[in-house]
Each structure stands twice: as structure tokens, then as C-alpha cells.
């Protein structure tokens, strides 16, 4: 049956009241880490760290990287704006003229009840752009089959379906360092990971799971370093409370879970604009990196729509080599072509995806090949049924 919108109005208001404390303490809290954040930007980053001493440097939050003390509300001003379009794209080409930038995305195919044994598909899309006056670029997608062997399961509580979401990370990663290694000492390139450098998510699994996702990104952070190609991990949606940690070790104030660094930042900001550059001193999971990388992440947010600002994190030797300046204004770039998110990230995504007809296709294509090989592959009748219709 559909839902019945009379008794959803019905339950919202017999727990109003829920809502409307939640409301209140969100905005109490909100006030209160605005009033500390407006305070902290008058101090130094030396006076900052030095205040910080007393906390262990593994849950301090951040630690600020660039002069603070100049900036309002830790805000920096981009200080541009354009009457037209037209305008902002020349300041594009301008900017981003012969320089390379790459992004990579993946998509898969469950195992299925409707096949007799487990069998994934995994497919990463990876898209090119080279800001040339001809328009030159390039796209392709990678693909693979996970077998039973594959996706064997430590027990029988451990979803397979994870298994795949794993393999799909480790091809994401591992085809943006090959990236770099074709791009070795190449000075005007980029590179995009479309998530966080800091895997958290991570810290809910097992100890196996958890150490496959850190090595795939500690892979990824030390062939940055080691071919000098600069990499962007994008978050479009950040849920993550550094800077607001950070604050609360600084200030003494009471605890505010529902308080992300975003939406503390997001009202001070306009388009274009970026906080000073962090290093990320989150607590969990940078613990289990190596020693020397726990403390090579910076980050910075900055304002790229009409919704709370992105974050942006990088290796700590593109600050130390003094090129996030530059970086960060290609990042503007790829925002601005791609109308409020990075074009090179939108377009991998669209490369990679598997549709519903894709699915059909790759049933179609085992099941012909099963019989072919004589392997004692059975699909569901269901399954048969759409494949031939389709």
C-alpha cells in the first residue's frame, strides 16, 4: 500500500516537541563554537599551537598550517567576481590553460540470488582533461569479474557485498597512481580522489577491512610524494568536525556532535572563498596510518556553491612546496566549468556508472559463455526471462 501521508502528519506532530529541542540545543551549541571560532581568529597560529600544548597532539582536531590571525572567522576572500559567465571562463583558461587534470570513479554488479554461484562485475571510468585549445582528452573504463574465489568471506556474518565495495576501492586508487607514475615530474597536473584521504567510515569494520582501505590510501599519499604529482581528495558533503574539535580543546567548551566544520563556516562564506590551510589531527583512525603520514593531511574548506563549503584535503608537501595556492585555484577552475562541481569528478562518474541495461547485458553475456564452456551455471527464471527480452 502507499504511504499514508495523514498518518506520517500525525506522528511528525505528536513528536514536535523532539524536534523542537533538538532545534534549540543545535543552535545554542552553533552560537556558542561562532562566538569561540570569531575569538580563535584573532590569535596566531604560533599562540594557537601554543595553547594547545597540553593536549595530546592525537586529539587536538587541527592545527593551523598558515597565518590565522589575518582572517576573520578564519575566512580568506577570494576577491574576484565576474559580471558574466563568459568572464569567469576566461579567468579558467587563464588559469588551467595545458595543465592536466584527472579523476577516477567505479561502479559494480552484486553478487545475485538469481546466479547459482556469487559473481561481481567491477567497472572504474577514468576521464582526462587536458586544457588544450583542441579540446583534447581522454576517458576509458577498466572492468573485472570477481569469482567465488573472489569473494570468499572470513564468516558468514561478513556481507560479500563488501568484498566487492573493496576490490572497487583498491582499482579507484591503484588507477590513479598509475596516473602519477605516467605523470612523473610533470608540473601542471592533477589529480582527484572523489572522497577523504582520512578513510573514519573505516574504523566500523574489521581489522582486515580497515587495513585494506588504509593501505589503499597510504599507496595513494606516497607515490603523490614520491612522482610529485598533486592530489585533491574532493568532498562535497563533509560531516567532518576538525576544526570544531579543535575549538573545543582550545576553549574548554561542552561537547556539540551535531556540529560539523561545515555548517559552522558556511554562513561567513562566499563563493570562492577558502579557510587557511589545517593539518588534520583527527583522533581514530590517522593512528593507524604509519607514523610519518598521520600527520602529512592538510585540509581547507572552501566555498564552491550555494550550499555549505566543500573540504578540500591534500598531501602536506604541496604546502610545504608552496603550490596549494595554485592548486586550489585549478580546483576553483574545474567547479566553475563543471557549474558547481569538479567537471573532471562529474565525468568520471558518468564514464564508470553501470545501468540498469548494463546488468542485463553482463547476465547475458555469462550465461552464453557459461554454456559455451560448460560450466554449471544456472540463472534464475526470472533472470532468463529479462535477459531475452532485453
Known amino acids: 500500500m502507499p504511504l499514508k501521508p495523514s498518518q506520517i502528519l500525525n506522528r511528525l506532530n505528536a513528536k514536535r516537541s523532539d524536534f523542537e529541542n533538538f532545534d534549540k540545543t543545535a543552535q545554542e551549541s552553533?552560537?556558542?563554537?561562532?562566538?569561540?571560532?570569531?575569538?580563535?581568529?584573532?590569535?596566531?597560529?604560533?599562540?594557537?599551537?601554543?595553547?594547545?600544548?597540553?593536549?595530546?597532539?592525537?586529539?587536538?582536531?587541527?592545527?593551523?598550517?598558515?597565518?590565522?590571525?589575518?582572517?576573520?572567522?578564519?575566512?580568506?576572500?577570494?576577491?574576484?567576481?565576474?559580471?558574466?559567465?563568459?568572464?569567469?571562463?576566461?579567468?579558467?583558461?587563464?588559469?588551467?590553460?595545458?595543465?592536466?587534470?584527472?579523476?577516477?570513479?567505479?561502479?559494480?554488479?552484486?553478487?545475485?540470488?538469481?546466479?547459482?554461484?556469487?559473481?561481481?562485475?567491477?567497472?572504474i571510468g577514468w576521464y582526462e582533461n587536458f586544457h588544450t585549445s583542441d579540446g583534447n582528452y581522454e576517458k576509458d573504463v577498466e572492468v573485472d569479474v570477481m569469482t567465488p574465489s573472489d569473494l570468499k568471506v572470513s564468516s558468514g556474518s561478513e556481507p560479500v557485498d563488501r568484498k566487492v565495495n573493496m576490490h572497487r576501492f583498491e582499482m579507484e586508487t591503484n588507477r590513479l597512481i598509475r596516473y602519477m607514475q605516467e605523470r612523473a615530474g610533470y608540473e601542471n597536473c592533477l589529480a582527484f580522489f572523489d572522497g577523504s584521504l582520512i578513510v573514519t567510515f573505516a574504523d566500523a569494520f574489521d581489522e582486515t577491512t580497515r587495513n585494506h582501505y588504509i593501505d589503499c590510501v597510504v599507496n595513494l599519499l606516497q607515490a603523490s610524494e614520491h612522482y610529485q604529482v598533486p592530489l585533491i581528495g574532493y568532498i562535497d558533503t563533509s560531516y567532518a568536525s576538525d576544526l570544531t574539535l579543535m575549538l573545543q580543546r582550545l576553549f574548554n567548551l561542552p561537547e556539540a556532535s551535531s556540529l560539523q566544520d561545515a555548517a559552522l563556516l558556511g554562513r561567513l562564506m562566499k563563493w570562492g572563498d577558502r579557510t587557511p590551510l589545517f593539518r588534520s589531527r583527527r583522533p581514530g583512525i590517522l593512528s593507524r596510518y604509519p607514523t610519518k603520514l598521520s600527520s602529512q593531511i592538510a585540509f581547507t574548506y572552501l566555498k564552491a556553491h550555494d550550499g555549505f563549503p566543500v573540504r578540500l584535503e591534500l598531501p602536506l608537501w604541496i604546502y610545504e612546496a608552496q603550490l596549494h595556492e595554485q592548486i586550489i585555484d585549478w580546483v576553483r577552475c574545474e567547479i566553475i566549468v563543471g557549474g558547481g562541481y569538479p567537471y573532471a569528478i562529474e565525468t568520471a562518474d558518468q564514464t564508470a556508472v553501470l545501468k540498469s541495461e548494463d546488468r542485463q547485458i553482463f547476465y547475458r553475456l555469462l550465461q552464453d559463455w557459461a554454456e559455451e564452456e560448460n560450466l554449471n551455471l544456472r540463472l534464475s527464471r526470472k533472470m532468463v526471462s529479462k535477459a531475452r527480452r532485453r
Open 30 to 123: 552553533f552560537e556558542t563554537y561562532l562566538q569561540a571560532l570569531k575569538q580563535a581568529s584573532q590569535e596566531s597560529a604560533s599562540e594557537l599551537l601554543e595553547r594547545l600544548q597540553g593536549v595530546a597532539t592525537s586529539d587536538r582536531g587541527a592545527e593551523p598550517l598558515e597565518p590565522v590571525g589575518h582572517y576573520s572567522y578564519w575566512v580568506i576572500p577570494f576577491q574576484l567576481s565576474w559580471q558574466n559567465r563568459e568572464q569567469s571562463y576566461q579567468w579558467v583558461r587563464d588559469r588551467i590553460a595545458g595543465v592536466s587534470t584527472f579523476a577516477v570513479d567505479g561502479s559494480q554488479i552484486y553478487p545475485s540470488k538469481d546466479l547459482s554461484i556469487p559473481i561481481a562485475l567491477v567497472q
